[in-house]
């Protein structure tokens, strides 16, 4: 083939098409769709990906590929395919679907270079940043103050250049290897030829008569005690030869994990499983809905499923919450499957995660465990897909290219035709509502194992506490549980929901409220610091000392942020240890595992956290939970507060009672009567189900209607305001009658970084409709959007995971 179509890596409309390169001789043999390349693009050059490749071109001029930068193509063909629907999907570049299924590391980063072209002197300001030199960082030029203007003058007359420079950060790690290059025989030869003196070359020589493998030369030296001065001549006479390997960097390799064996399933396991062994033997495409309590052995016959996958030859991917994704979830994959499993999750170096991804690449393995971006694993030969707490909304990305990884799932599973299995003890409505409808097929696990039943939940009202005159945090009830655990030793967990909560400081005299100038949000005081901070931009101040409206002295902070649940903790139950958990404290890699290392060990008495520690966690030692505040999800302004809270509870209570010794949950609560707080405490899907659905029926939203969120942005508030009107306006007439368009509405969070943001939620029923009107909007508004601090439209298909 004569040409390579290329996708090149700049995300706009203009080049959301493939563009053609001549494939010089040199690069004809490695040139094939999915590799990445380096090509010319106007003055510059650039990444790209090669899509397709093809005898004629209907471009006149065509340039050379200048580089090549894969020998396995980083993409597969189906992955190529892929990343076209995924574009159709999320209405983003097909260059920005690519980028997001490929590591961090092979994404390339540019360096702006300035290059004189010419010998004759440049404006004597830029000559002076110039300093003889033919070539220039851009960064020097920027920060040398020489106008702009002065540069385009120069770059208009063709003196002065830019040029991007790709930076690769791929780090492909190798060692050296030392391996003999002679036959035993010649090899034996050789010794007897060595005279006295060379005694360190016969030891090495010696050495490899018994071991024939490669070793690493640093193993080698090392083993025999001697130098490379002693190797250099074996190698110049040809006895043995030098060469690198490429050495995979694992996250794990300090760790033993003992091999574990399938269980014999129960019968309830046993009747689950039965569908989806069928379906992958048949290479049938199926979604299973996995419906199972927490504890009821689902994990396990995720495994035994995983197992026929690579019986068969084929291969797997698991998907995990990241924030599931805890030491002991990948020791139980480890443990059964050894080194055949790659695992990719964000507390990975960006290193270690392309050596894992590599793995896959080189099929060195047959499983991946990840979180959401290990649905786009390489693999070529997919016999199942599942994943596990389908519920979470990590599985949704929340920027540029927003993918449900259960769509993407379902999509390659169709292409692949292999089986996906969803998992949860409290499925998203939408899933259970396709299961009810039939388009899932429904397995239950409705028995927790060892005939441990869930822990009985006490529902606290703290009206009542307020009341009875306590004012602290703590209920008298979870206060006297906690005690008790305490003379037990046992432990407990508590739990603090972190949204909807924050630590804003307030005078107590006027009600003034410290907020972000550049934010339309209250700052967040961090007491080690003693400063205010805003957690959607980077500004940060001191913790005031007076107030700023009325200069008052009596400001303080409010709020239920962990810092403050620790303190109160510390005067209730002084003589309890406990270990807080949040963002604050886990922020260093490999913290995360230090301290629930530390709890399991029993160094501490309470684990008290955020979100992160509801999921995955399996201590038998831990016999209460405490949800100290029911209610702050909700409150949130969410469609989906009854359900997430629901799932929240369900969650938090399962990491009670897990082993022998039962376990109890203590929900405080200012809304007992609520619904998904009374049917949580009752572990009651079903009716909860029943309840919701009748909701959302009322209110038209999911899973009776599609929703669609267009959030508007820009610096003028009037013009954001003006543009979002529109919008809506078009969108009320052109919907056929099934339709709503509400708003617009200012965001939530009204004022960002300096931009104001307005948005209209658009419910409809017929899909195909809706986006091409969406699509329309966008184009309508193309150039707008181009401008430097523009304005800025983000379309959320499925918004509210
Ligand atoms: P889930 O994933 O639904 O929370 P798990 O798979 O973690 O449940 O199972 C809970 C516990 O029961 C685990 O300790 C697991 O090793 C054990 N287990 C699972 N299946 C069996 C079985 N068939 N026989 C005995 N123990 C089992
Ligand atoms: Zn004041
Ligand atoms: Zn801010």
Not at 8 to 19: A, I, Q
Not at 128 to 133: C, M, Q, S
Not at 201 to 216: D, G
Not at 329 to 338: I, L, P, Q
Request: glycine residues 4%; charged residues 30%.
């Amino acid at each position: 083939m004569t040409f390579a179509r290329v996708i090149v890596d700049v995300p706009s409309k203009n080049t959301n098409r493939p563009f053609d390169y001549k494939i010089p001789e040199k690069f004809e043999s490695v040139v094939q769709p999915g590799v990445r390349v380096i090509v010319p693009f106007g003055p510059r050059k650039i990444m790209g990906y090669v899509v397709a490749l093809t005898n004629e071109s209907d471009f006149d001029k065509v340039k050379n590929l200048s580089e090549v930068l894969d020998v396995t193509p980083a993409l597969t063909e189906e992955l190529l395919h892929l990343g076209k629907w995924l574009s159709k999907q999320t209405l983003s570049y097909y260059v920005s679907c690519l980028q997001v299924m490929l590591p961090q590391v092979m994404k390339a980063k540019y360096r702006k270079e300035l290059w004189k072209l010419t010998e004759s002197p440049l404006d004597s300001e830029l000559d002076r940043v110039f300093d003889g030199r033919a070539v220039l960082d851009y960064e020097e030029f920027d920060a040398s103050g020489v106008s702009y203007h002065t540069l385009r003058k120069h770059i208009d007359d063709g003196e002065v250049d830019v040029h991007y420079e790709v930076k690769s950060r791929e780090t492909k790690r190798t060692t050296r290897m030392v391996q003999p290059a002679l036959d035993e025989m010649e090899l034996l030869g050789f010794l007897e030829d060595l005279s006295k003196q060379a005694k360190k070359q016969k030891a090495i020589v010696e050495y490899f008569t018994e071991h024939r493998e490669p070793i690493s030369k640093k193993q080698l030296l090392q083993t025999l005690s001697t130098t490379s001065a002693s190797l250099k001549p074996l190698i110049k006479d040809g006895v043995l030869k030098e060469f690198d390997q490429e050495v995979f960097r694992d996250p794990y390799q300090d760790r033993e994990f003992e091999r574990t064996t399938p269980f014999e399933l129960t019968e309830e396991q046993a009747e689950a499983i039965g569908p989806i062994l069928k379906t992958i033997d048949r290479e049938q495409h199926d979604t299973f809905l996995l419906h199972g309590v927490t504890g009821s052995g689902k994990t396990e016959v995720y495994l035994q499923s995983i197992q026929k996958v690579m019986d068969k030859g084929e291969e797997a991917i698991m998907l995990v919450p990241e924030i599931a994704l805890t030491p002991q979830m990948v020791e139980r994959f480890k443990g059964r499957f050894g080194s055949k499993v790659a695992v990719l999750h964000s507390a990975l170096s960006a290193g270690e995660k392309y050596d894992e991804w590599r793995k896959i690449q080189r099929k060195e393995v047959q499983v991946v465990v990840g979180a959401r971006s290990a649905i786009f694993a390489p693999f070529s030969n997919i016999g199942l897909i599942i994943i596990d707490e389908e519920h979470e909304t990590s599985y949704k990305q929340e920027d540029r290219t927003r993918y449900h990884a259960r769509d993407v799932a379902i999509e390659r599973a169709k292409r692949h035709h292999c089986p996906v299995v969803l998992g949860s003890a409290t499925p998203a409505l939408e899933s259970y509502a396709r299961a009810a409808k039939g388009n899932y097929q429904l397995l239950t696990l409705s028995k927790r194992m060892n005939d441990a039943t869930m822990p009985d939940v006490e529902i606290v009202d703290m009206r009542e506490e307020l009341h009875e005159g306590n004012r602290s945090m703590f209920s008298r009830m979870l206060k006297e549980k906690i005690e008790d655990r305490l003379t037990k030793g046992e432990q407990a967990v508590l739990f603090l929901n972190r949204r909807g909560y924050s630590t804003f400081v307030m005078c107590r005299d006027c009600g003034h409220v410290s907020e972000c100038p550049h934010c339309d949000i209250a700052l967040t005081f961090h007491k080690r610091q003693n400063r205010l901070k805003c957690h959607y931009c980077s500004h940060e101040e001191p913790m005031p000392t007076e107030c700023p409206e009325c200069e008052s002295k009596t400001i303080r902070y409010f709020g239920t942020g962990t810092q403050k649940v620790e303190e109160a903790l510390e005067q209730l139950i002084p003589e309890a240890r406990v270990l807080r958990m949040d963002v604050d404290t886990t922020r260093r890699k490999g913290s995360h595992e230090r301290l629930l290392t530390k709890f399991g060990n029993k160094e501490a008495d309470i684990l008290l956290g955020t979100q992160m520690i509801a999921k995955g966690l399996d201590f038998g030692n831990v016999t209460l939970v405490g949800v100290l505040a029911a209610d702050s999800l909700l409150n949130l302004p969410d469609f989906r507060a009854s359900e997430k809270t629901f799932q929240l509870l369900t969650q938090v209570s399962g990491r009670a009672g897990r082993h022998e010794k039962p376990g109890e949950v203590v929900v405080q609560t200012y809304t007992p009567e609520h619904y998904s707080v009374d049917l949580a405490s009752e572990y009651d899907f079903d009716r909860f189900f029943q309840e919701e659905m009748r909701i959302r029926k009322a209110f038209n939203y999911p899973p009776y209607y599609f929703l669609t969120l267009i959030t508007v942005s820009h610096p003028n508030q009037l013009k954001v305001q003006e543009v979002t009107t529109k919008i809506a306006q078009f969108m009320r007439q052109k919907l056929s009658d099934q339709s709503f368009v509400l708003g617009p509405t200012p965001s939530a969070l009204t004022r960002i970084n300096n931009r104001y943001r307005y948005q209209c939620m658009i419910k409809y029923k017929k899909e195909p409709e809706q986006r091409k009107l969406v699509e329309r909007i966008l184009h309508y508004y193309e150039d707008e959007m181009k401008q430097e601090n523009g304005l800025q439209i983000i379309v959320d298909f499925q918004p509210y995971q």
